[in-house]
């Protein structure tokens, strides 16, 4: 059956895969059919990116199965790049469909013989081109990667790249290559506001499947027909929510976890009363073994063993009838950051004027003379702009991670700064490093995370950035257990490793946080929790952010908007 000339569903029938002393799906069931787009969120670590691995076909589940109709077309977080590879060879991959489809079509009419011609077989590649609209294949990709911002030039190195210009050419080529299943791991964390609309619209009218691993609260509301949990439930299973909003999603799952905890504590409570009474047997049948003389010592000693096998029962029944709750996902607890530092004098914490960075080719990567930025004691900044406007480096000139070819930057005596940065692999040109007294930390090679953690507070104690009575210790935060803290930092999945990456921000108890896309690849709920704790907190916070919802958390903060 050609692609196109059947009906395009996927399904996954009890899925389940997991490593060595691990499970990280568990019994997952979904189906969806052309028209349908399914969110799925969780906590990092739940298995959202395994679950597409799975329904790609990259990964083949320990048990269950999973079914596919119809082409797929899979967007990673992160791309292995070939040696020499260009945009050019991304876009021919993408649109090797629709041409091989073209070319089939003018080969079946060149060669059609009008009185014994096979007519399925035209109409098969008719109905081929028309499905794919291959006609049109070349103008959708330019217009995707121009809508996206990604380069367009195709002889472009893609080793040449930032990550999220390459992550740009790869969902302009998908979103143009018209697959009948289209995968999307955050496809929303490298794009400006005119990218996402131009994403969200394309896939309100996707004729396929569309399944989206996402943290963007707006994207739920304004695309996903349903939204699947991968966060553990009451009977330990995810849950698919029929909700059509992010607010509906939320007020429901809300519901059931406060059923779900009321009746555990209530189990919880049961049981050790039955334990108390449990003991307190014991210690009777304990004392009645050895009775005064003349006592009826064995009467009283049988007495005492049916009240233990009785409250045996009962534990025993309780046992039985209790809710198995998995451990509920950790909780941010965000620290009581100092607002200012020891011997404090006065005037801003930090501040730059005109600062102008030189780029490549003469141009300037940030250039805003007459302009000043400082940050009073609690100050407040949202930093916003399209992609390429300068909103990274401007968090690195505040940082002092770069050098200024113009202007000046100065920090008040004592002050921290903690940075969290854009993600990047070494050697990335987009990648950020951490300036003087920041607390940035990209996870290492190699190590656990408490090793990492660790060499990270020596780092900062040894140039003077850190007060060790004022250290952050990273297992306090509720950002990873401390089982993942135990496990290698290279073995965690992307959105752990940026929870890491915010937790090393926090190590010194920075008086001043500069956060870059702070969302990026972190879960929705702990979203909620890092943006309410963002508002309240008593250091003076710089946040550059795409993501919709959070600008309009924090609306009521000073903007500096670029580009």
């Not at 029962?313 to 709750?325: D, F, G, P, S, T």
């Not at 950790?330 to 011997?343: G, I, K, M, Q, T």
Request: hydrophobic residues 40%.
């Amino acid at each position: 059956m050609s692609p196109g000339a059947g009906p395009v569903h996927l399904a996954a029938d009890a899925v389940s895969v997991g490593y060595p002393g691990r499970a990280v799906l568990d019994q997952v069931d979904l189906l969806a059919s052309a028209g349908h787009r399914v969110g799925v969120v969780g906590e990092n670590g739940a298995g959202k990116t395994t679950l597409l691995r799975v329904l790609a076909g990259d990964l083949e589940p320990f048990s269950g199965e999973v079914r596919r109709a119809g082409s797929i077309a899979v967007v990673e977080q992160e791309l292995d790049v070939a040696p020499g590879a260009t945009v050019g060879a991304l876009v021919a991959e993408a649109l090797g469909r629709s041409r091989a489809a073209a070319e089939r079509l003018a080969a079946e009419i060149e060669g059609f013989d009008h009185e014994r011609g096979d007519l399925a077989a035209l109409a098969d590649a008719i109905a081929r081109v028309e499905h794919l609209a291959a006609w049109d294949a070349d103008r959708r990709v330019d217009e995707a990667l121009s809508r996206f911002g990604a380069p367009r030039d195709l002889t472009r190195p893609l080793d040449r790249l930032s990550v999220g210009q390459r992550y740009r050419v790869r969902l302009a080529c998908r979103i143009a290559e018209r697959a009948d299943i289209l995968l999307l791991d955050e496809p929303t964390n490298h794009l400006d506001a005119s990218g996402i609309d131009y994403l969200t619209a394309q896939l309100q009218q996707w004729p396929g499947v569309v399944v989206i691993v996402t943290h963007d609260r707006r994207l739920l509301d304004d695309v996903m027909t349903a939204i699947l949990d991968l966060d553990p439930s009451m009977d330990g299973r995810p849950v698919l929510y029929g909700a059509t909003s992010y607010a509906a999603y939320r007020f429901a799952k809300d519901q059931a976890l406060r059923r779900w905890r009321a009746r555990h504590r209530a189990e919880r409570k049961r049981a050790e009363q039955l334990a108390a009474r449990l003991d307190a047997s014991y210690e009777g049948l304990s004392d009645e073994w050895r009775p005064l003389k003349g006592s009826q010592k064995n009467r009283r000693a049988t007495r005492a063993r049916i009240h233990v096998k009785a409250a045996d029962r009962l534990v025993q029944r309780l046992e039985e009838q209790a809710v198995e709750v998995p451990t509920p996902p950790v909780e941010l607890a965000f620290p009581d950051l100092p607002s200012l530092p020891r011997d404090y004098s006065g005037g801003p914490l930090l501040e730059v004027r005109a600062p102008r960075v030189a780029g490549d080719g003469g141009r300037a990567r940030l250039d805003l003379p007459g302009t000043r930025v400082d940050l009073p004691p609690c100050g407040r900044l949202l930093v916003t702009g399209p992609n390429g406007s300068g909103k990274s480096t401007f968090l690195a000139a505040l940082a002092g991670a770069i050098p200024l070819e113009r202007g000046a930057r100065s920090l008040a005596p004592g002050v921290r700064v903690g940075v969290l940065g854009q993600e990047g692999a070494p050697g990335d040109r987009g990648r950020r490093h951490p300036g003087p007294g920041a607390a940035e930390g990209p996870h290492g090679p190699r190590g656990s995370g408490f090793e990492a953690y660790a060499r990270r507070a020596l780092d900062l104690l040894e140039r003077g950035a850190l007060d060790p009575e004022q250290l952050v210790p990273v297992a306090a935060l509720g950002l990873l257990s401390e089982e993942d803290l135990e496990r290698p930092l290279a073995d965690l999945s992307v959105g752990q490793r940026r929870r890491f990456d915010l937790a090393c921000a926090l190590l010194a108890a920075p008086h001043v946080l500069l956060l870059d896309e702070p969302t990026n690849h972190l879960s929705i709920g702990l979203v909620d929790e890092l943006t309410a704790a963002l508002r309240g907190t008593s250091a003076a916070v710089v946040v550059a952010t795409h993501d919709r919802r959070m600008r309009a958390d924090l609306a009521d903060w000073p903007e500096l908007t670029l580009g």
